[in-house]
C-alpha cells in the first residue's frame, strides 16, 4: 500500500488499487471511483443507517513550475511539505529520476547556512541539458519524493505518506474483523467506506464523496502527533486517539468511547475547541449535516518522508470502529 504513489489530485492509481481491495466485503456493482478520485463502496443494504468510515487517500507532493535555461527544474509545492526535508532527496519527475539541488556549505553566504530556501529557489536536477530536460518535462508534471519504507524495532516503521495510508488501512482492518458479519449480513446498518482525495490542499474529495453518499454518521480517520524528542504529542504505541471538538457529534465520540472501553481496547484522548485541519472539519455541515467524528493515529515527523507509526495504534484504531460497529449487530448484545 506504502508503495502506491498517490500524490494529491493525482490519486487514480491508488483509488484503482483500494478499489481492488474492498472487492471481499461487497460486489463490485457496489464500489465506484468518482470524478475527484474518490473511491466509496456501499457494505451491506443501502436503506439501512448509513455509516461512513473515512480517510483521505491522497499524499503530499510537489508540481513542475518551470526548466530554467540550464536546465532545472523549479517546483512548488502540494499540501504542507516540509520544505526543510527536501534539500539533496531523491525524486521522479515525469518518471525522470532527480535529486533537489543543494548549496555546498561551502559556498553558502555568511549567515545563511542554515536557512532553507524558498521554493523560487529549489530546483531539481536531472543530469541533462535544458533541451533534452524540456522534451521529457513538462510544467504541471508532477514530482515524485522517492522514500523506501523502514521497518523499525518494536512493530514501528518509517516511510512517507503514513499520513493517510495508516488509516486507510485501520479502516480496511476494521473491515476484516466484521468479515463474518458482514459476510452474514448480521450488521443493521450500511457500511460506507470512503477513501477521499485532495485532503491536503482543503477536503476537496470529502466535500463532494458525502454530499453524494449522504451519511447519516461519519468516521473520519487521519493522523495526530505523536510525542517526540523534541515536541509533544500522544504517546506512540499507546493506542489510538478518540477525539472531542464543537464540530463532533457528542453522542456518536460517547458511544464510540463506551465501545472502545466496552471491549478493552487500549486509546487516548484529545479536545479541541473547534476545527482539526482533517476532513472531519468539512463532514459535519455537508448536505443537511452529518454527525461526525474523529479517530486519530499518531505519527511522529509528520509531512516528512520519513513519519514513523506504530502497528499497535492502526490495530487500535481498527478495533475501536470494528467495536463500534457491532454495537449495530443484529441479535447483537446491543
Ligand atoms: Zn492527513
Known sequence: ????????????????????????????????????????AYIGDRTKKKIMLTAHLDELSMIVTGITDEGFVNVYRVGGVDRRTLLSAEVTVAGNDGIICSTPPHLTKPGEGNKVPEYKNIYIDLGLKADEVKKRVKIGDRVRIKAPVTELLN???????????????????????????????????????????????????????????????????????AKQADAPGHGLGEGAVIEFSSFFDRKLMKAVDKAA???GIKHQYEANGAAYGTDADTIPVIGNGVRT???????????????????????????ILAAYLRTYEIGGEE
Open 1 to 40: 500500500m506504502l508503495l502506491v504513489e498517490s500524490e494529491c489530485g493525482n490519486e487514480r492509481e491508488f483509488s484503482e488499487y483500494c478499489a481492488k481491495l474492498l472487492e471481499q466485503y461487497t460486489g463490485p456493482e457496489n464500489i465506484s471511483i468518482d470524478r475527484l478520485n474518490n473511491v466509496i
Open 155 to 225: 512493530g514501528r516503521f518509517a516511510s512517507k505518506a503514513l499520513d493517510n495510508k495508516l488509516c486507510c488501512f485501520a479502516i480496511l482492518t476494521a473491515l476484516r474483523k466484521l468479515k463474518k458479519l458482514i459476510a452474514h449480513k448480521e450488521l443493521d446498518c450500511c457500511i460506507v467506506v470512503m477513501f477521499a482525495s485532495e485532503e491536503e490542499v482543503g477536503s476537496r474529495g470529502a466535500t463532494v464523496g458525502t454530499y453524494g453518499i449522504e451519511p447519516d454518521e461519519a468516521l473520519v480517520l487521519d493522523v495526530t502527533f
Open 261 to 263: 472501553k466496552d471491549r
Open 293 to 319: 467524528g474523529l479517530i486519530s493515529i499518531p505519527v511522529r515527523y509528520m509531512h516528512t518522508p520519513v513519519e514513523v507509526g506504530d502497528m499497535d495504534d492502526v490495530e487500535s484504531a481498527a478495533d
